[in-house]
């Protein structure tokens, strides 16, 4: 095949790189790099099925010629990265995700939309299941990002209604692995960073809010699975091990040997105090669900970021 992946140099696009090269498909990756990193993709970069052009979706899609798959990987994701981003963020999540729907409406291929968990903001139903309609704050700080992927359903399902566009929703939840960015606010990486360096690990809040994380090569073999099947979703993708933050600091300090300290700050406006996905839909509908244990994940997360830090 022929795959286009929009934000490909980022953490979740570049290991989604690395499955299409491996499964022997040629792969073209936009990417505009602010968040994303060429250094996610330098591994590959003997790779004559790929080619990697530098471009705004929002703006433009420079593909020529067909192509047989199209996924939208293209948006900020941490916190503090669409924050400093925020019109960026809405934009490339309206003008970006329609430009990428004609690119598989003239291709008439499958389009594949990552959107996320934070569609349900801050959740009344748990686990979450698709069929919840969450709540979000259309106007709080968190809603240049939740907004963003909500407008990108709402768009990506009326291509599909309208034109016939052939297309699936993943929901993607809490995700961690290698090539995670320092300092981009996700709670694993910061508590891998600030354990290996000995600082204090922050937690906002009282850390009894909780997190499910998904390692990476399951999210994106989820992913996959997803541009393969038929079904339209949207579809949850994550890891239904559910842990409060304080037990997830608990567990990187274990895993690090680390006697850092906990450091308690205020809870951020509109974080969600629970997630947990259920994936009923994902196991019957994708024959997907997650295979690396919690704890395992870590350890590989720890030993990439070992490396990043030269410990």
């Known amino acids: 095949m022929r795959v286009v992946i929009a934000g490909g140099a980022g953490f979740l696009g570049s290991h989604l790189t690395d499955l299409h090269v491996a499964r022997g498909d040629e792969v073209v990756v936009l990417d505009d790099f602010s968040t994303g990193s060429r250094k996610n993709l330098a591994h590959l970069s003997d790779r004559a099925a790929l080619n990697v052009l530098a471009a705004d979706v929002s703006r433009s899609v420079p593909v020529d010629g067909g192509v047989d798959r199209v996924y939208n990987l293209a948006s900020p994701a941490s916190p503090p990265a669409y924050l400093q981003r925020p019109l960026e963020t809405l934009a490339v999540g309206s003008e970006g995700t329609r430009r990428l729907l004609e690119l598989a409406e003239k291709s008439d291929c499958r389009f594949v939309m990552a959107s996320t968990s934070e569609i349900y903001g801050d959740p009344t139903v748990h686990p979450q299941v698709e069929s919840y309609r969450g709540n979000v704050d ?35 939840f809490n995700t961690y692995g290698p090539r995670l960015a320092q300092g981009d606010g996700r709670v694993v990486s910061n508590f891998i960073v600030q354990a290996l360096t000995g600082v204090p690990l922050t937690i906002y809040g009282d850390g009894s809010q909780t997190r499910s994380l998904c390692y990476v090569a399951d999210l994106v073999a989820g992913l996959a699975a997803l541009g393969d099947a038929k079904t ?14 304080g037990e ?64």
């Open 138 to 172: 259309p106007i709080g700080p968190r809603s240049v990002y939740d907004e963003a992927k909500r407008f990108s359903e709402a768009l990506t399902m009326a291509f599909n209604r309208a034109k016939g566009t052939d297309i699936g929703i993943a929901r993607i």
């Open 232 to 245: 339209a979703g949207p579809i949850n993708l994550g890891n239904p091990d559910e842990r409060s933050v």
């Open 248 to 311: 997830i600091a608990a567990t990187i300090l274990g895993l690090t040997s680390s006697s850092s300290e906990l450091v308690y700050e205020a809870l951020p406006t509109d974080d969600p105090t629970r997630r947990c996905p259920d994936i009923s839909r994902a196991i019957s509908e994708l024959g997907w669900h997650p295979t690396v244990a919690t704890e395992d994940g870590l350890r590989l997360t720890i030993e990439h970021f070992r490396g990043e830090l030269g410990l």
